[in-house]
């Protein structure tokens, strides 16, 4: 195994976007960043140095970080952020996971443009379950705002409503010639007659789940969130931000250019979403030239209504594993969280331009009815390493006990979360089920979830309110596909279950950046175990504090 190094220098960058430029936040002035490529096997050791004016933190999307959860990132759980002309080094090993994730910043808004693939390659000497294909491409879908993000951020947390929509999506972090002023950059996918192409796509989106289309290409599911899955074929991905999806296509259509193209799927009701449609270009190289003066104008794939849950869930529940998994059985810890979002009562004071939601209220999102907020004086971990108390507690509570139709008629008292940084407590190797319940309190909205140290086994999703009695009939303990991020069905459930054999806090939350900022999230305290193979590392010297 190999040891990479890496720079990261955060620092303000003039990108022009869409028809004007703006000063946006990069790693080392690229947007998006650097491409870290590693085989299964490697450490990365990343430096970053933060010349931005804003406090940063870096994240490993999906990576384990086994017993280094001081590298993982997330601001205010492992560590304190990264202050304005400081440091850290992010210093960990990936192990037995191969395929692709992603790294973003995790502080405010600002994984908006600060954000990266990361490919882990097979184990050297190991090839791929799949033939190998003759190139590899990383898309990197996004969203572009021509204002700066914390500010869109800032602005909706001072008024209390939604922040306002995306003006763009991207592909690599291009918008594509159906955008004005951006028909030069539109990035192109060169591919041989014959030839197969393993895509990377990566949906780094801040605030919207989208779907993905190849024109006139099929593609073959072969991996998803770093584990390969049993292959399988579709026209159309759905990808949640913070999922990935590694697809081989086969250039054997005649020669020519094809649109790659991605636009929202918005399942809520009556909320605002970006509704424009990013496309880049696959382009056989043995295209015909077209006349001079004239250009060829790309085939569009017919993409699935922004509406269309069928397509959606079809989708998401097409993976399985492989090959027959070890699924833990006897559960030690069966859980059932709601998520969903809410309203709370304006901050007293406030004046009548603030809190902008229905009837006067600001928009609010929580778990088991616990709105999270983060410490602002230590990370979660730190408190907890060094016993440091009044940072959290840890009795993040059951789901509200009422029998209750999560996703019909909701009871008012679930419309106001309490405010709370409370972790729930895991003994070192407890076998873990979690019941996720989506709930149609305020809005009913797919949520992408996301557990940060562990990748999961999704037994089973469906929609409406989760029944114990007759639901766990259609748990699949045989092949179940292996994620760090689950769809969640709109009013819908997921069963997802780990063993918790990472010692460490880690964040779970839905990776919506706007339904974080409310607050859907919680955290797992997860105890050492006997030794040292079971115990989290000694902090960095250069953890920075708070
Ligand atoms: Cu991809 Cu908590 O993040």
Redesign the pocket.
């Known amino acids: 195994p190999k040891t990479h190094h890496h720079d990261f220098v955060v620092q303000s960058t003039p990108v022009k976007r869409l028809c004007n430029t703006q000063n946006a936040i990069t790693v080392n002035g690229q947007y998006p960043g650097p491409t870290l490529e590693i085989n299964n096997g490697d450490t990365l050791v990343v430096k970053v140095i933060n010349r931005a004016r804003y406090n940063v933190t870096i994240?490993w999307?999906?990576v384990r970080q086994m017993r280094t959860a001081w590298a993982d990132g997330?601001e205010f759980v492992t560590q304190c952020p990264i202050r304005p002309g400081e440091s850290y080094t992010y210093r960990f090993t990936v192990q037995g996971q191969e395929g692709t994730l992603?790294w973003?910043a995790?502080s405010s808004w600002l994984?908006a443009t600060v954000y990266g693939a990361l490919i882990i390659h097979p184990r050297e000497g190991d090839s791929y379950p799949f033939q190998k294909p003759k190139r590899e491409t990383p898309l990197l879908l996004g969203e572009w705002w021509d204002a700066n993000p914390i500010d869109v951020v800032r602005e909706a947390t001072r008024t209390g409503g939604g922040p306002n929509i995306s003006d763009a999506y991207t592909i690599n972090g291009q918008p594509g010639d159906l955008y004005n002023c951006s028909s030069k950059e539109t990035v192109i996918v060169p591919v041989d007659s014959g030839e197969t192409n393993l895509l990377r796509v990566v949906n780094s989106a801040l605030n919207q789940q989208l779907f993905f289309s190849i024109a006139n290409h099929k593609m073959t599911v072969v991996g998803a969130d770093a584990s390969y899955v049993k292959p399988f074929t579709t026209n159309t991905l759905m990808l949640g931000?913070?999922q990935t999806t590694d697809v081989l296509i086969t250039a054997d259509q005649t020669p020519s250019r094809y649109y790659i193209a991605a636009r929202a799927y918005a399942s809520a009701q009556n909320v605002p979403f970006d509704n424009t449609t990013t496309t880049a270009i696959l382009e056989y190289k043995s295209a015909p030239c077209p006349a001079k003066g004239t250009s060829i104008r790309p085939v569009l794939p017919s993409l699935p209504a922004f509406n269309d849950t069928a397509t959606a869930t079809k989708f998401s529940t097409s993976f399985r594993s492989p090959r027959k998994v070890e699924v833990p059985t006897t559960i030690d810890e069966s859980l059932f969280f709601t998520v969903g979002l809410g309203v709370n009562t304006c901050p007293s004071g406030a004046n009548a331009n603030t809190c902008q939601a229905p009837n006067r209220t600001r928009f609010t999102a929580s778990m088991n009815n616990v709105s999270f907020v983060l410490p602002s004086n230590f990370s979660l971990l730190q408190a907890h390493h060094q016993g440091v108390p009044g940072v959290f507690t840890t009795d993040f509570p059951a789901a509200p006990p009422v029998k209750f139709d999560y996703t019909g008629n909701v009871s008012r008292s679930l419309w106001q979360p309490i405010p709370g940084t409370k972790v729930y407590k895991l003994k070192y190797g407890s076998k873990v089920q979690v019941v996720i319940q989506g709930t149609s309190i305020s809005t009913a909205e797919n949520h992408p979830i996301?557990l940060?140290g562990y990748d999961f086994y999704i037994l089973a999703e469906g929609f409406g309110n989760y029944n114990p009695k007759t639901d766990t009939s259609k748990f699949n303990l045989v092949d179940p596909p292996l994620r760090n991020?689950v769809s969640l069905p709109v009013k819908g459930w997921a069963v997802i279950r780990f063993v918790a054999d990472n010692p460490g806090v880690w964040?779970m939350?839905c990776?919506l950046d706007v339904h974080?900022t409310w607050g859907l999230a919680m955290a797992f305290l997860v105890e050492n175990g006997v030794g040292e193979l079971e115990s989290l590392e000694p902090p960095p010297a250069d953890l920075p504090v708070c």
């Open positions: 994240h999307h999906g997330p992603w973003h995790h994984r931000p913070g996301h940060h991020t964040l939350h990776h974080i």
